[in-house]
């Protein structure tokens, strides 16, 4: 079987290899786009997060407690995770500009340009630093932004020869599709596929005016949740 990415709606992704399978920022419960639930992750190799927003975190701590995988994330990230039962021998801290290799392959930390807190218990709790991940798997080298705003240090991920770029364009908080576009004329990744977008009123995007306005030489491929994308 060939790599494949698969979108699970908003900004949560899946990774399925011959050999592995990962998750990405999972938000699940309440997200009107999900195509799946906690339930349907009984096996999972890892689980990358990339801060604590709501969006990113609200099904990881089950997730993580139910299949015992790999979990990466930043310090902030990680009490949490812990004061919720997770398991702390399963947890990875990493900080931005770290590389580390894993059984499913290759994790690069990069920076976002966010805001960022854990709410929990009627209490917004410190969430360290956001992050975006470049992730090999099978040679081949996806980037999931996070939230992030447009920033210069993005020039930096044109040397990575992306294959991927997964970008927010939703704006309120992050990149618009204007700012994101730009971003992809940047990191010049052999795809674009937008994310981040409409699942709430205030991030309503087009990602069609999107695509129009990304370089020629950038595919863009807008996926529908549980649409998958061979890598």
Do not use: W
Request: aromatic share 8%.
């Amino acid at each position: 079987m060939a790599t494949q990415l698969q979108f699970l709606g908003h900004a949560s992704f899946k990774i399925q290899s011959d050999y592995s399978s990962l998750v990405i920022d999972p938000f699940f419960t309440g997200n009107p786009y999900a195509c799946c639930t906690v339930d349907d992750f009984i096996a999972l190799d890892a689980m990358l997060l990339t801060h604590g927003h709501f969006d990113h975190l609200r099904d990881a701590v089950a997730i993580a407690r139910q299949t015992e995988c790999a979990v990466i994330c930043n310090d902030k990230v990680a009490e949490y995770l812990k004061s919720q039962g997770v398991n702390p021998e399963t947890i990875t801290v990493m900080k931005s500009g770290e590389s580390r290799n894993f059984l499913f392959g290759k994790v690069t930390v990069v920076p976002a340009v966010h805001t960022s807190s854990i709410q929990a218990d009627g209490q917004e709790l410190p969430d360290g630093d956001p992050c975006g991940y470049v992730i090999e798997v099978d040679k081949h080298k996806v980037y999931h932004a996070g939230d992030t705003m447009l920033f210069e240090g993005m020039k930096e991920l044109r040397s990575m020869a992306i294959d991927i770029a997964l970008l927010p364009i939703g704006g309120t908080y992050t990149m618009n599709a204007d700012e994101a576009a730009r971003a992809a004329e940047m990191i010049h990744p052999r795809e674009v596929i937008p994310m981040h977008y409409n699942t709430f009123p205030n991030i309503t995007a087009d990602p069609q005016a999107f695509a129009k306005k990304v370089p020629a030489d950038v595919a863009v491929v807008v996926l529908q949740s549980s649409e998958k994308e061979t890598l």
